[in-house]
Nanobody, 122 residues
Framework: QVQLVESGGGLVQAGGSVRLSCTAS????????MGWFRQAPGKEREFVAA????????YYADSVKGRFTISRDNAKNTVYLQMNSLKPEDTAVYYC???????????????WGQGTQVTVSS
């Protein structure tokens, strides 16, 4: 069992930056691929970024590539999502997720946080 708790969301102006954190407890954090997803009102949950348990090269959705950076600190059981050059269309509830293997769809993740709201004003 893995418990995930996100933090760091809030209201930010377009062009600004926010860093989200997700801290895990329970089973060995370092064994899991960690992902970030988001869900805007009236839309399906979509993949944002993922990073393997060993770190290495992350993977990003095209919509955030070059603006968002995912990283992890296994010693702190924490994964981060640094979001720069934010746009109003980035407004959503952001969820972190943990899964075994490698997947950019929500089906590959068995553990989810409660989500944190990010609102980008124009």
């Amino acid at each position: 069992q893995v418990q995930l708790v996100e933090s760091g969301g809030g209201l930010v102006q377009a062009g600004g930056s926010v860093r989200l954190s997700c801290t895990a407890s329970g089973r060995t954090f370092s064994s899991y691929t960690m992902g970030w997803f988001r869900q805007a009102p009236g839309k399906e949950r979509e993949f944002v970024a993922a990073i393997r348990w060993s770190g290495g090269r992350p993977y990003y959705a095209d919509s955030v590539k070059g603006r968002f950076t995912i990283s992890r600190d296994n010693a702190k059981n924490t994964v981060y999502l640094q979001m720069n050059s934010l746009k109003p269309e980035d407004t959503a509830v952001y969820y972190c997720a943990a899964g075994l293997g490698w997947d950019t769809t929500s089906r590959g993740y068995g553990y989810w946080g409660q989500g944190t709201q990010v609102t980008v004003s124009s």
